[in-house]
């Protein structure tokens, strides 16, 4: 009998011992991980998960542990953190630290930049005079610094030579990905900004570099394809209709047929689509963007004239399959495809009819 309650017992002693230990450890790792009060800048990277979050954390010295982290945000149901720059310390505990992360608390010090999609270098450089201490010369200096784009195309793998050619206005026009950002306020260049944009780039691209590598159009065609796409589709969440437009155009390029796309005239006047119609003259011009102008069928513009968005990179990448030649938009935004130039006249002549005509057509 006393053997069988000295098992007992000991039984019971293992018991508290396998909950008690771990209890301890997550109690104390949930708190600060020191009494030092040491300011550390922590980037949260946008898409950032719990795990990723918590590696990013440790990694910093913020907190002792990236598996307390996860379970305290598991065990308390926590989600939403934002991307940002923020001011941790290792004084802070979990509830501290991950309500800062959710309500979005980041370092004071900071500037946050939002670059929209379908918006070009000018406006680009602008939006950058406006949010930080540089100019818009500061930017347009920066992208005629020919040892500097030549340092990033040895970094980036979808910057190539061809950004170099002298008949493209910025080097770095499409390649920028559009996004809210935050920016630490010490030390904001342009080089950082251009960085972080370029680095955006790449995380969107990184799937898809296989196939580009494959693809019979370089990454540069591919980007200034995208740049037009993103132009011509009226705003929509039918990422399809990005894609029927990527093809109508690649379509033309193997027919040798023009383009024929207002917009890249519009960015080789360098006006903007809001300020006045075009002229027949600048229709009718001779220039390395103008996709309307003599001798460019079957060609791409020089290089892309706006940021494109994911879904307009990734409808250049992947177009739809079929023979469209022709596209028109109605005032609503719908699309209608065409094969023939017959069948675009006769859907364009029902809008007008239906007084459901948009100003452009393709």
């Known amino acids: 009998m006393k053997k069988l309650l000295t098992i007992l017992i000991a039984l019971v002693i293992l018991v508290v011992i396998a909950v008690a230990v771990p209890l301890i450890w997550y109690t104390n790792a949930i708190g600060p991980m020191s009494d030092e009060a040491k300011n550390i800048n922590v980037t949260i990277e946008m898409g950032s998960g719990s795990s990723t979050i ?35 310390s290792p004084n802070m505990n979990l509830e501290t630290i991950a309500k800062s992360l959710k309500e979005g608390k980041v370092f004071e010090e900071q500037v946050k930049i939002t670059f929209v999609e379908g918006k070009n270098m000018m406006w680009i450089a602008k939006r950058i005079a406006e949010t930080t201490d540089n100019t818009e010369q500061d930017v347009y200096d920066l992208l005629k610094d020919k040892t500097y784009l030549q340092s990033l195309i040895d970094k980036y793998w979808f910057l190539t030579e061809d950004i170099l050619n002298k008949n493209i206005y910025y080097a770095l026009e499409g390649y920028l990905a ?37 693809s019979k159009y370089s990454i540069h065609e591919i980007m200034t394809m995208a740049s037009i796409v993103e132009l011509e589709c009226p705003p929509s969440k039918d990422n ?9 155009f690649y379509n033309r390029l193997k027919s040798g047929m023009s383009l024929g796309s207002d917009v890249t005239t519009y960015y080789a006047f360098k006006i903007s689509m809001a300020d006045r119609d075009l002229t027949v003259a600048e229709l009718n ?20 004239i706006c940021s494109a968005s994911k879904s307009s990179i990734i409808a250049a990448i992947e177009p739809n399959k079929g023979e469209d030649l022709y596209f028109v938009a109605d005032k609503n935004g719908k699309i209608y495809f065409t094969e023939t130039y017959s069948e675009h006249i006769q859907v364009v002549n029902k809008l007008k009819k239906e007084n459901m005509w948009y100003e452009y057509e393709k």
Do not use: C, W
């Open 285 to 304: 011009s001779s220039n390395p963007y103008n996709t309307r102008g003599p001798n460019m069928g079957g060609k791409l513009p020089v290089g892309p």
């Open 54 to 88: 918590a590696k990013t954390l440790m990694d910093a010295g913020v907190i002792s542990s990236d598996l307390a982290f996860k379970l305290y945000v598991k065990l308390n149901n926590i989600s939403g953190f934002q991307a940002g720059e923020y001011v941790l």
């Open 240 to 248: 399809e209709n990005r894609k029927n437009t990527a093809s109508v």
């Open 178 to 214: 559009p996004n809210t950002y935050h920016f630490s306020k010490n030390d904001l260049s342009v080089k950082t900004i251009f960085k972080t944009m370029l680095d955006q780039t790449e995380k969107i691209l990184k799937d898809y570099k296989d196939i580009v590598q494959k």
